[in-house]
């Protein structure tokens, strides 16, 4: 009451009152129209978001009776986009089931397969047929109701996995273009795990070697496939082990291993190391290659190319390079160099012939070989010439020794037939760095003392001095 008579007494105040209501009715009014407005905006972005998604993935949604020969009760756009129709075409061209979307050959499969599926979910592919009459590979995901009139309608998005499935079958093409060139070739593949420290090799190695292709432990367990390495090579696969558990970028090494018969073949072994997101080495990828028959045929041309063809001792070329090699990496040493010449040897070759003569020379050889090591060299550098050369000799004893040995061995008789052929040598011997610094120096000095020794009556050797 008392506000009221106090808006009737006051009519300006009731006046700003009323016009107060009214800003805020005004107010309120505003708020309301542009959240309806962001709500507007916000329901628009998000369609056009899923929109976008609808159109990424190329995937449709459809609600069709199973009963009434899969007539379609709704479709959504992305559906017929993504077989190439409007709304309106399929609707003239009278395709208003589903099955007259679905290529003929599927649908057989999805009535049997949905008739199986009620009440419970449907998952399965099929192809269905685009406007240009292409085939679309579609993955159909939804769910099976069974309605109040006993007809089952389903709910199902269909999703493009036509390049999906294109690359899975590359893939499973390119596996089994991996399969058949794995058993077409001799090679044998292998996959190491770093951190596990196991190998697997393809069943190719089962057939080589004649063992397991599952071995755990591989690093850890070297020391027990020593029998199977050449004792030579040992070193050499000793280092490719512990480059595989170390994971360097790529992995490479030759060596000779036994065959399942137990004999040495040469092997060449590589492999190429992955990484994972962090740079971390996880696994190597490689090969074993059998490369026995390469590698001796190699062995035989370098052979041929390095050996005088008639004693198969060092051509000259060869011997040359190989003695100044030698005394450029052992500069500090001492080794002595003799020059070989057999005494008289023209009258073999004008008394019994040419090739009773070459007979000579390699029987010769052989007795010379038996005074040296493996580890000396030994070359053809004249016509009745040879030269040996021993590294690395500490007392002037052993150069004694050896040059006794030498004229022992050179003094002796070649029977052939009824034909005994008298043969003797004489030896000239320089030392390094004593006489010369490099094989010409060296060569020059024993030839000088071999010449010595003929003059004084040949069957010896004689050791070089300045004196001479």
């Known amino acids: 009451m008392k506000l009221l008579h106090e808006l009737q007494s006051n009519p300006t105040f009731f006046l700003a009152l009323v016009i107060s209501i009214v800003?805020?009715?005004i107010i309120v009014m505003i708020i309301i129209i542009l959240y309806k407005l962001e709500s507007e905006k916000r329901v628009t972005k998000a369609a056009l978001e899923l929109k976008k998604i609808t159109n990424s993935i190329r995937a449709g949604l459809v609600h069709f009776v199973l009963e009434d020969n899969c007539k379609i009760l709704y479709a959504s756009r992305g559906f017929y986009d993504l077989l190439g129709y409007s709304r309106k075409e399929a609707k003239s061209e009278n395709k208003l089931?589903?099955?007259d979307f679905i290529d003929p050959r599927d649908r057989s499969i999805c009535s049997d397969n949905w008739l199986q599926s009620v009440g419970d979910s449907i998952s399965l592919e099929i192809r269905m047929i685009t406007k240009e009459g292409k085939s679309l590979v579609t993955l159909i995901n939804g769910n099976i109701?069974?309605?109040?009139?006993?007809?089952?309608?389903?709910?199902a998005v269909f999703v493009d996995i036509s390049e999906q499935k294109q690359m899975q079958e590359m893939?499973?093409?390119?596996?089994?273009r991996y399969r058949v060139a794995t058993e077409l070739s001799n090679d044998v593949l292998f996959e190491y795990d770093i951190k596990k420290d196991e190998i697997i090799y393809t069943g190719k190695y089962k057939d080589l070697f004649g063992e397991n292709t599952f071995i755990p432990d591989f690093n850890a367990s070297c020391e027990l496939r020593r029998d199977y390495?050449?004792?030579?090579d040992w070193g050499i696969y000793l280092e490719f082990c512990a480059e595989l558990a170390e994971g360097k970028a790529m992995v490479e090494a030759e060596f000779r291993r036994k065959n399942k018969m137990g004999e040495y073949i040469w092997c060449q072994s590589m492999g190429k190391t992955i990484y994972d997101d962090d740079k971390n080495p996880i696994r190597v990828i490689g090969k074993i290659v059998n490369v026995d028959v390469h590698k001796?045929?190699?062995e035989a041309l370098e052979y041929k190319a390095t050996r005088d063809p008639l004693t198969g001792v060092y051509n000259k070329e060869v011997t040359i390079k190989k003695i100044d090699k030698f005394i450029s990496g052992n500069k500090n040493g001492r080794h002595i160099l003799m020059l070989i010449d057999f005494d008289d040897f023209k009258k073999v070759n004008d008394t019994y012939g040419h090739l009773h003569g070459d007979k000579v020379l390699v029987y010769v050889i052989g007795r010379i070989k038996s005074v040296f090591n493996e580890g000396e060299i030994i070359g053809r550098v004249g016509g009745d010439e040879f030269v040996v050369f021993a590294g690395n000799v500490t007392d002037i004893d052993d150069i004694l020794k050896k040059a006794d040995a030498l004229i022992e061995a050179l003094d002796t008789t070649y029977i052939d037939g009824g034909?005994?052929?008298p043969i003797s040598g004489s030896i000239g011997i320089a030392s390094y760095p004593e006489d010369g610094l490099h094989y010409e120096q060296l060569l020059d000095c024993a030839d000088k003392a071999l010449y010595k020794v003929k003059e004084q009556g040949k069957n010896?050797?004689?050791i070089y001095t300045s004196i001479i």
């Not at 109701?145 to 709910?155: A, E, F, L, W």
């Not at 893939?171 to 089994?176: F, H, I, Q, W």
């Not at 390495?229 to 030579?232: C, E, K, L």
């Open 296 to 298: 001796r045929e190699l």
């Open 229 to 232: 390495i050449h004792p030579n």
């Open 145 to 155: 109701v069974q309605g109040r009139d006993g007809r089952h309608t389903i709910s």
């Open 23 to 25: 800003i805020i009715c």
């Open 97 to 99: 089931s589903l099955l």
């Open 419 to 421: 034909n005994e052929i």
């Open 460 to 462: 010896n050797y004689m």
């Open 171 to 176: 893939l499973m093409l390119e596996g089994e």
